[in-house]
Protein backbone atom coordinates (compact mmCIF):
# COMPACT_ATOMS: atom_id res chain seq x y z
CA UNK A 1 0.00 0.00 0.00
CA UNK A 2 1.38 3.38 -1.25
CA UNK A 3 2.22 5.60 1.95
CA UNK A 4 1.55 9.58 1.41
CA UNK A 5 3.27 12.56 2.68
CA UNK A 6 2.19 16.06 2.25
CA UNK A 7 4.65 19.09 2.86
CA UNK A 8 4.50 22.84 2.03
CA UNK A 9 1.76 24.30 4.96
CA UNK A 10 1.63 27.41 7.37
CA UNK A 11 0.78 30.55 8.23
CA UNK A 12 -0.09 33.15 4.95
CA UNK A 13 -1.97 36.60 5.27
CA UNK A 14 -5.43 36.40 2.47
CA UNK A 15 -4.31 37.19 -1.01
CA UNK A 16 -0.86 35.48 -0.87
CA UNK A 17 0.07 31.90 -2.13
CA UNK A 18 1.14 28.61 -1.25
CA UNK A 19 2.41 25.72 -2.59
CA UNK A 20 1.67 22.37 -0.90
CA UNK A 21 3.37 19.00 -2.07
CA UNK A 22 2.46 15.21 -1.84
CA UNK A 23 4.67 12.29 -2.33
CA UNK A 24 4.48 8.80 -1.76
CA UNK A 25 6.81 6.61 0.27
CA UNK A 26 7.70 3.23 -1.55
CA UNK A 27 6.04 3.45 -4.71
CA UNK A 28 5.33 5.66 -7.66
CA UNK A 29 2.39 7.51 -8.83
CA UNK A 30 2.63 5.95 -11.92
CA UNK A 31 -1.04 4.54 -12.08
CA UNK A 32 -3.19 6.48 -9.66
CA UNK A 33 -5.57 9.27 -9.49
CA UNK A 34 -4.08 11.74 -6.45
CA UNK A 35 -6.82 13.67 -4.54
CA UNK A 36 -6.55 17.03 -1.85
CA UNK A 37 -9.05 16.98 0.38
CA UNK A 38 -9.23 19.29 3.22
CA UNK A 39 -10.78 19.77 6.68
CA UNK A 40 -11.72 22.89 8.36
CA UNK A 41 -12.40 22.79 11.75
CA UNK A 42 -15.70 21.45 13.04
CA UNK A 43 -16.70 20.97 9.43
CA UNK A 44 -16.60 17.60 7.06
CA UNK A 45 -13.82 16.67 4.89
CA UNK A 46 -13.95 18.67 1.19
CA UNK A 47 -12.74 17.83 -1.83
CA UNK A 48 -10.43 20.14 -3.70
CA UNK A 49 -8.54 18.99 -6.39
CA UNK A 50 -7.51 15.99 -7.98
CA UNK A 51 -5.28 14.93 -10.96
CA UNK A 52 -5.27 11.38 -13.00
CA UNK A 53 -1.58 10.84 -13.45
CA UNK A 54 -1.64 8.55 -16.32
CA UNK A 55 -3.30 11.49 -18.66
CA UNK A 56 -3.13 14.60 -16.38
CA UNK A 57 -6.89 15.15 -16.61
CA UNK A 58 -7.57 17.74 -13.43
CA UNK A 59 -10.68 18.32 -11.72
CA UNK A 60 -11.50 20.55 -9.03
CA UNK A 61 -14.18 21.94 -6.39
CA UNK A 62 -16.13 24.95 -7.29
CA UNK A 63 -14.76 27.14 -4.35
CA UNK A 64 -10.80 26.60 -5.83
CA UNK A 65 -11.41 26.92 -8.97
CA UNK A 66 -9.48 29.74 -10.73
CA UNK A 67 -7.22 30.12 -7.48
CA UNK A 68 -5.45 26.35 -7.15
CA UNK A 69 -3.64 24.29 -9.25
CA UNK A 70 -3.49 21.04 -9.39
CA UNK A 71 -0.28 19.19 -11.69
CA UNK A 72 2.23 15.89 -11.16
CA UNK A 73 5.94 15.73 -11.73
CA UNK A 74 6.79 12.37 -12.90
CA UNK A 75 9.98 13.04 -12.71
CA UNK A 76 9.47 13.82 -9.02
CA UNK A 77 7.33 11.76 -8.07
CA UNK A 78 5.69 14.12 -7.01
CA UNK A 79 1.66 15.80 -6.69
CA UNK A 80 1.43 19.98 -5.99
CA UNK A 81 -1.10 21.88 -5.31
CA UNK A 82 -0.31 25.39 -6.01
CA UNK A 83 -2.56 27.82 -4.03
CA UNK A 84 -2.97 31.33 -4.91
CA UNK A 85 -5.20 34.24 -3.73
CA UNK A 86 -5.92 32.60 -0.49
CA UNK A 87 -8.82 33.33 1.63
CA UNK A 88 -9.73 33.02 5.61
CA UNK A 89 -12.37 29.88 4.42
CA UNK A 90 -9.33 27.99 2.92
CA UNK A 91 -8.00 27.70 6.12
CA UNK A 92 -7.97 23.54 7.17
CA UNK A 93 -6.19 20.25 7.21
CA UNK A 94 -4.92 19.63 3.62
CA UNK A 95 -4.99 15.87 2.48
CA UNK A 96 -3.25 14.19 -0.10
CA UNK A 97 -4.67 10.58 -0.79
CA UNK A 98 -5.25 7.92 -3.59
CA UNK A 99 -8.26 9.45 -5.52
CA UNK A 100 -11.08 7.07 -6.80
CA UNK A 101 -13.79 8.99 -9.14
CA UNK A 102 -17.32 7.54 -8.67
CA UNK A 103 -20.15 9.04 -10.60
CA UNK A 104 -19.40 12.92 -9.66
CA UNK A 105 -17.62 12.25 -6.11
CA UNK A 106 -13.90 11.57 -5.16
CA UNK A 107 -13.21 9.54 -2.54
CA UNK A 108 -9.46 9.28 -0.92
CA UNK A 109 -7.50 6.11 0.45
CA UNK A 110 -4.35 5.85 2.09
CA UNK A 111 -4.31 9.83 3.08
CA UNK A 112 -1.26 11.21 4.32
CA UNK A 113 -1.06 12.78 7.89
CA UNK A 114 -2.16 16.46 6.45
CA UNK A 115 -0.60 19.42 6.69
CA UNK A 116 -2.22 23.11 8.15
CA UNK A 117 -3.25 25.86 5.96
CA UNK A 118 -3.95 28.54 7.95
CA UNK A 119 -5.06 32.54 6.53
CA UNK A 120 -5.61 34.99 8.01
CA UNK A 121 -7.43 37.92 7.15
Known amino acids: QVRLLESGGGLVQAGDSLRLSCTPS????????VCWFRQAPGKEYEFVAA????????YYADSVKGRFTISGDNAKNTVTLQMNSLKPEDTAVYYC??????????????WGPGTQVTVSS
Open 97 to 110: AVGALYGTSWTGDS
Open 26 to 33: GRTFSSYA
Open 51 to 58: ITWSGGTT
